[in-house]
């Protein structure tokens, strides 16, 4: 091993989530979530093709049914593994929250930055008993949230936030 060479445990600046913190998995009932909100959307594209298809019997609309359906087939693909990649670590100064797979990102709130943090739940996540931790900072742009949560784990983790961000913020 050349002297000028990182060791092989060494973190590439090009990976987003580090290995030195414990993640902690979102529950893979989002799964279906994910999933019965892309069999709504697709079923009304498919309906809308079959009834253009039956009304004109125009080819194209055929093939935009077999395009509807190869592309349902991949985002059904794609939403496991997405659901898979999240991820959050709570740390002494911050909270990690890590997602995606092509563009892998890594947003870290520190506790005081936070103004607010909020816990919501849609009809189909109240369904599979999930939620979904908002965080709040100063800046528009953030996009902080913890999606796939049970209303405890919530609940804990909101509470958790709160207290920390409090703390953190009589300091400044």
Do not use: K
Request: hydrophobic share 50%; charged share 20%; with cysteine.
């Amino acid at each position: 091993m050349n002297a000028a060479e990182p060791p092989q445990s060494a973190v590439s600046a090009l990976e987003p989530w580090p290995d030195t913190v414990h993640w902690q998995p979102i529950s893979t009932d989002l799964i279906w979530v994910e999933l019965l909100r892309l069999a709504m959307g697709l079923a009304v594209l498919l309906v809308g093709l079959a009834l253009g298809w039956a009304f004109t019997g125009h080819w194209l609309f055929g093939a935009g049914c077999a395009v509807v359906l190869l592309g349902g087939g991949w985002r059904v693909v794609t939403t496991v593994r997405a659901v898979h990649a999240w991820g959050y670590a709570e740390r002494a100064d911050d909270l990690l929250i890590r997602h995606g797979l092509l563009v892998r990102r890594l947003s870290i709130v520190p506790y005081s930055r936070m103004q607010f943090v909020d816990v919501s739940a849609g009809p189909l996540e109240r369904a599979f008993d999930l939620a979904t931790v908002q965080l709040h900072t100063a800046a528009a742009a953030s996009d902080a949230r913890v999606p796939g949560l049970r209303p405890a784990e919530a609940a804990r983790l909101r509470d958790r936030l709160t207290a920390l961000g409090e703390d953190r913020a009589e300091g400044l």
